[in-house]
């Protein structure tokens, strides 16, 4: 006997059964399926063959893989009684329920008294389905793995792309061959860390940013996570995410995943990308203020470091607002005895030496300047060296003779003691003054996974978020250490990278677009010679690469001579011309033949106008560039294309262009079949190409 269930969409179709009351599994998921499709039959015409050497049946890639019906890949639950006994757990379908976009299921294995719900819940605006497991049972049990609702993978696959990286160099793509076994992930930093986010895309064969199938996964889960994508003996393929394994160190009578976030797309990889960005936009972000513009943000980190002084800063400040900047942010060593990162974190009181009046007088100043005023924290991390640590060294996570990370420990989050101090440390400088954003930082990885450090940190967000609902929160972990959807339920901005180097930047952020819209990703334009990779480039390329994004600026804004002043003010104005229409809009990867341009589209939600930024990051192979093909747009429509920096064309571009020009006029059609040629450029430059629909 075979029961069937299905979620659908106008996109997609996700369908499950059940045969002979085990577990369900997942039959189909891809595009639509008529309404009156026979699932059951669907169901039986997709039973694997059973041949020599095998089993006299297939075990089910359910839900929740069981190794105690033989199933011969990686399980989707380990757990151990109180005692250590080990558990093969074999569910048995108790019930379903089922609205039009909602589908819960509930399995109970009776002779160990455990329940497993697996609860799916799609966005018909989004084509986002968001999915969590949940365990319990009669008594305290020891976790040791439990997958969100397992899915498979499709079998015209030829590769998986997954996402590594680096302090300065988050967002890798990395593109993995299938073949029998596992591609195994596994992020035990206790954070979302720069070396594994925690994302998959598996696009089908032939897919391309433009064209194509592909499916795309991200686990929503600011702490230690596991992925697996497994080809099992028999050909089929498992995708898998939770929490890292042993993260849940105490017994318990109930254990819940993360939210697993999936995606189909029948439009290449940014059918996924697009659908990622408006879910975290529309759905997960709570904005501080609806229909705000995004501020131009000045932070002084890489203008003054620690060395904080009044009349210098007011400086600064001065001359960023003049260049365009709403916001002001004083970023570390405003606090303790903070004179280098050795000291003082935790202690979250305002240094008498830099600021002997309080903070007031800066921020007042800075409010003058028709900016607003934000501030830097680390709250889950402590100095050693710190009035906190010496009266409290137990609030430390971890060995007393732990190696420390930028010389700090963490604090342990799970402690309410530790959360109601850092509330009250913090909350007192938000009811003083009129602050309205927090740079939010973690710049170490713990001393061992715990997701009850996770859950700490995000309660100390939640409380902070509902008694200061005004005040917005940036996500920032030595950069892009912990971006996630599970951070971004409680932050409103994800500092992508401590990396101001715009040519590194071009590359993470064309990456991170795959799971990241403009309005939350921080961008800004950094000195003239980059402090992190000592590369020196050009101002405008510069300051086009932080238009791209959520634009600010983090650099001494005294070095810049006038021309360089007037290109940053001109993209900056630009940036607040755009910025409505650009916030709302799709982040589009395009398809460049020449493999030294990055290039992206963004395409308004009504698709009355884009953008079109073309980056040059090295030199071409060939001498002429090659026609670069646009996407989405209407095909009988007409277009008005313009290149926005036209001036900026080397004295090396000597051909006569249309588009150096004046505005050129082509139907969608020719722009998505034919494409645009572009003036010859150097390397590490930036074309910008706007488009309006007549």
Not at 92 to 99: F, G, K, P, W, Y
Not at 189 to 204: A, D, I, N
Not at 388 to 404: F, M, N, S, T, V
Not at 557 to 562: A, G, H, I, S
Request: charged share 25%.
């Amino acid at each position: 006997m075979t029961e069937c269930w299905r979620l659908d969409d106008a996109r997609q179709t996700l369908a499950l059964a059940s045969t002979n009351g085990r577990c369900p599994q997942v039959i189909y998921w891809g595009a639509p399926l008529p309404p009156g499709e026979d699932l059951c039959a669907l169901s039986d015409v997709s039973t694997l063959d059973v041949t020599g050497g095998m089993l006299d049946q297939n075990p089910d890639l359910s839900l929740c893989p069981e190794a105690a019906r033989s199933f011969p890949g990686q399980p989707g639950l380990i757990v151990r009684d109180r005692d250590g006994t080990p558990f093969l757990p074999k569910f048995r379908l108790d019930h379903v329920t089922q609205s039009e976009l909602t589908l819960t299921v509930t399995c109970v294995d009776a002779a160990n008294q455990l329940t497993y719900v697996a609860e799916f819940t799609l966005d018909a605006d989004t084509h986002v389905i968001a999915m969590t497991a949940r365990l319990s049972a009669d008594r305290p049990l020891h976790l040791h793995w439990l997958a969100a609702p397992v899915l498979p993978a499709p079998q015209h696959s030829e590769e998986m792309i997954d996402f590594a990286g680096r302090w300065c160099g988050e967002f890798q793509m990395n593109r993995t061959a299938w073949s029998p076994g596992i591609r195994y992930r596994e992020n035990r930093t206790g954070r979302t860390g720069h070396e594994h986010f925690p994302g998959l895309v598996v696009p089908c064969k032939g897919a391309t940013n433009t064209a194509g199938e592909a499916y795309a996964f991200h686990y929503g889960w600011s702490g230690g996570h596991r992925m697996i994508a497994e080809e099992l003996p028999d050909g089929r393929r498992q995708i898998q995410f939770g929490h890292a394994a042993r993260m849940e160190t105490a017994a318990a009578t109930e254990f819940r995943t993360a939210p697993l976030y999936a995606v189909y797309s029948c439009d290449g990889l940014n059918g996924c990308a697009v659908s990622f960005q408006r879910h975290v936009r529309d759905r997960i972000v709570s904005w501080t203020e609806t229909g705000r513009p995004r501020p131009v943000h000045y932070n002084c980190w890489e203008a003054v470091y620690f060395k904080h002084d009044l009349p210098v800063l007011k400086d600064i400040a001065t001359r960023a607002a003049a260049l365009g900047a709403e916001r002001f942010v004083l970023d570390d060593g405003w606090f303790g005895q903070r004179d280098d990162d050795t000291s003082s974190l935790s202690d979250w009181e305002v240094d008498p030496r830099k600021y002997p009046d309080g903070l007031g007088p800066l921020i007042d100043f800075i409010h003058a300047q028709d900016m607003s005023f934000g501030i830097w924290f680390e709250p889950e991390m402590i100095n050693p060296n710190s009035n906190i640590h010496r009266a409290h060294p137990h609030w430390a996570l971890g060995a007393e003779d732990q190696i420390l990370g930028r010389q700090q420990k963490a604090l342990n989050m799970a402690l309410p003691e530790v959360r109601d101090f850092l509330y009250q440390r913090i909350s007192a400088l938000l009811s003083a003054h009129p602050i309205d954003y927090i740079k939010w930082d973690h710049n170490r990885v713990l001393p061992m996974p715990d997701a009850a450090q996770t859950r700490g940190s995000y309660a100390l967000m939640d409380r902070l978020r509902a008694d200061f609902p005004h005040v917005e929160i940036e996500s920032c972990a030595s950069g892009g250490g912990r971006i996630d959807f599970g951070i971004l339920h409680r932050t409103q901005r994800v500092w992508l990278s401590d990396s101001n180097d715009a040519l590194e930047r071009l590359k993470m952020q064309h990456n991170a677009a795959l799971f990241l819209p403009s309005c939350v990703t921080g961008s800004h334009v950094g000195p003239r010679k980059c402090h992190t990779s000592g590369r020196i480039l050009d101002i405008e390329f510069r300051a086009w690469v932080a238009a791209q994004r959520h634009m600010g600026f983090e650099m001494d804004p005294r070095e810049l001579t006038d021309e360089e002043a007037d290109v940053l003010r001109d993209v900056s104005q630009w940036w607040k011309n755009n910025r409505d229409w650009m916030d709302t809009g799709d982040i589009l990867r395009l398809d460049a033949a020449d493999p030294s341009v990055i290039a992206e589209q963004q395409l308004a939600r009504n698709g009355g106008q884009f953008v079109v930024f073309v980056g040059k990051s090295g030199t071409s192979d060939q001498i002429a560039p090659r026609p670069l093909r646009l996407t989405r747009l209407e095909p009988e429509a007409r277009y008005e294309v313009s290149l926005r920096n036209r001036k900026a064309a080397s004295h090396l571009s000597r051909g006569s262009l249309a588009l150096k020009d004046g505005p050129v006029t082509l139907s969608g059609a020719a722009l998505m079949q034919n494409g645009l040629t572009l003036p010859w450029s150097f390397p590490e430059s930036m074309w910008v190409l706007e488009g309006r629909r007549l």
